[in-house]
């Protein structure tokens, strides 16, 4: 069992909005703004989107975009593209004893 | 650009022990803000954090995978590795290496991954 719990799957229509939560615990998610959102397309490395909760790496759409509540972080995806039908992994830094904990993954697919 | 490239055996014999590489170019392993990581995927799953080390000998480990793993730095090869004791089918997995920034937690340089069966 993931330590950080996202929903399994989600989709949305091409060009509309898709959104999903990464929910954690005061320890993880909710202690530290170290929360991390990761694309992976099938048999593909992960790719970095979304880091700091709501910062973005140079070349990546500003489609994307994430925020905080709480113990629950979200990525929200506007104007969805056929590109974005992939996995995304939520992560955050989770302490001393659990440095790194991740989410159990999304597949978003784009109808 | 920092690149990682992950290197190893294919096929590892269960109880036996995985060991992994990962070459880091483009950066010098001892950098202050870089954390070396190894994730894990099994065939279908997510993605499962293993461990990571940095200069200075400082480690991190899975708690649930703790007992079994053990990370080290050659600073002259400018690799890190990874060593996973005791193996079952459990850990046949693609492994990635991967760069984590410490001033922002994020793993920005991946390796490829590299498919690693236990079988016998």
């Known amino acids: 069992q993931s330590a950080l719990t996202q929903p399994p799957s989600a989709s949305g229509f091409a060009g509309q909005s898709v959104t999903i939560s990464c929910t954690g615990t005061s320890s993880d998610v909710g202690g530290y703004n170290f929360v991390s959102w990761y694309q992976q397309h099938p048999d593909r490395a992960p790719n970095l989107i979304i880091f700091g909760v709501t910062k973005r790496p140079s070349g990546v759409p500003d489609r994307f975009s994430g925020s905080k509540s709480g113990n629950t972080a979200s990525l929200t995806v506007s104007g969805l593209q056929a590109e974005d039908e992939a996995d995304y992994y939520c992560?955050?830094?989770?302490?001393?004893?659990?440095?790194?904990?991740f989410g159990g993954g999304t597949k978003v697919t784009v109808l | 650009q920092l690149q990682l490239q992950e290197s190893g055996p294919g096929l590892v014999r269960p109880s036996e022990t995985l060991s992994l590489s990962c070459t880091v170019s483009?950066?010098?392993?001892?950098?202050?803000?870089?954390?070396w990581g190894w994730i894990r995927q099994s065939p279908g799953k997510g993605l499962e954090w293993i461990g990571s080390i940095r200069s200075g000998e400082r480690r991190y480990y899975n708690p649930s995978l703790k007992s079994r793993v053990t990370t080290s730095i050659d600073t002259p090869k400018n690799q890190f590795s990874l060593q996973l004791r005791s193996v079952t089918a459990a850990d046949t997995a693609v492994y990635f290496c991967a760069r984590l920034a410490v001033s922002t937690g994020k793993h920005d340089f991946w390796g490829q991954g590299t498919l690693v069966s236990v079988s016998s």
């Open positions: 992560s955050s830094y989770g302490g001393s004893d659990n440095f790194v904990v």
């Open positions: 483009g950066a010098s392993i001892n950098s202050d803000d870089s954390c």
